[in-house]
């Protein structure tokens, strides 16, 4: 004789209700909507990077995805949020190098990167070009120096904000040069691109992704790349390495991180959704060719190792050379 269980609407709903959550994935079954921070304000890389990939994520996750740009800090208020948000995968930070000189830079910021947000997606890197507005007279980079030598602090340069990789390598490279060059530091690369395009700046240091529409535009053009290698777009601008800077490079690049307490399955599921939207063939070419990325889509231990060096090679930068954000 086996027992059975009368047939209520009751039992039928709590049945109901186990099946979903037995068959439930790691794929947000309690949210609709799911939000991609991006700590810059509108026109940089990072915002541009959000957007082409929001209508894939969209159609991956089955869900609305909003793009929201919280700037400011260094990245740190965008960053802030995301790591204050629910572990359910409804609020992911999509950032930029930056990230990494956060605990160096701030002297309280309002998140601890290492250990309030965790490691999700590395989708690529791209190397930091110096660029000049086609009014300056700066040919390479030799140029520049020569200026600065000639009057001290006379040479303008933009970055997307105090600290970024941008800001750190023209410090590294005034300092082996023995120039002063003048450091404007902006919220994003939008602002900073428009300043040097209406002569406001005499360079900006970004990366090839947010300068190479503008040289290809003929609005900028490029005095030093700082990649191991010209890139083809490139091909007759110096490395920093061939300018007499050995060993010396630069990279951006992009990542995704979600709140610290998100189930590492969902974490996995986040990444492997990203991949397969980048790794659509138009997507794909689309980063290589006109934001210049290596792709790497590395999932969570790859950018977490990742990560970590740049925490460590550029917080001794910032620390080495007394920089802190205003």
């Known amino acids: 004789m086996t027992n059975s269980t009368p047939l209520t609407r009751r039992t039928i709903l709590a049945s109901g209700a186990a099946a979903l959550a037995a068959t439930a994935t790691p794929s947000f079954a309690q949210a609709n909507i799911t939000t991609l921070v991006v700590p810059f304000p509108p026109g940089g890389s990072t915002d541009a990077l959000a957007r082409l990939l929001q209508p894939g994520l969209q159609e991956k996750l089955g869900r609305t995805v909003l793009v929201e740009n919280r700037a400011g800090a260094a990245g740190s208020i965008g960053a802030a949020q995301v790591a204050k948000g629910a572990p359910d995968g409804t609020s992911l930070l999509i950032t930029f190098d930056s990230h990494a000189v956060i605990p160096a830079i701030l002297e309280k910021p309002p998140v601890d990167v290492e250990k309030e947000l965790v490691p999700v997606f590395l989708v690529g890197t791209a190397p930091y070009v110096v660029a000049t507005g086609t009014d300056k007279p700066f040919k390479s980079f030799a140029d520049v120096i020569a ?51 209406g002569g406001h700046v005499d360079l900006v240091c970004g990366s090839a992704a947010l ?4 040289i290809t535009g ?14 083809d777009r490139f091909k007759d601008t110096q490395t920093a390495i061939e300018a007499g800077f050995p060993d010396f490079t630069a990279e951006a690049w992009w990542g995704v991180f ?59 930068v910032v620390r080495d050379n007394s920089i802190k954000a205003q």
């Open 147 to 197: 200026a600065a030598k000639a009057k001290d602090g006379s040479v303008t340069y933009g970055s997307v904000g105090i600290g970024t990789i941008g800001h750190l390598a023209m410090t590294v490279l005034g300092k082996r040069a023995g120039v002063n060059l003048t450091h404007v530091a902006y919220r994003g690369g939008g602002p900073a691109m428009n300043d040097l395009i």
């Open 211 to 214: 300068i190479s529409p503008h």
């Open 218 to 231: 003929g609005k900028a053009r490029p005095v030093m790349q700082l990649g191991a290698k010209r890139l």
């Open 258 to 316: 979600a709140p610290k307490a998100t189930p590492a399955a969902m974490v996995d599921d986040i990444a492997q959704k990203f991949k397969a939207v980048i790794s659509d063939p138009t997507i794909s070419a689309r980063l290589r060719e006109t934001q210049e990325m290596t792709l790497i889509m590395g999932g969570p231990k790859e950018l977490g190792t990742f990560f970590d060096k740049e925490l460590k090679a550029w917080g001794k």
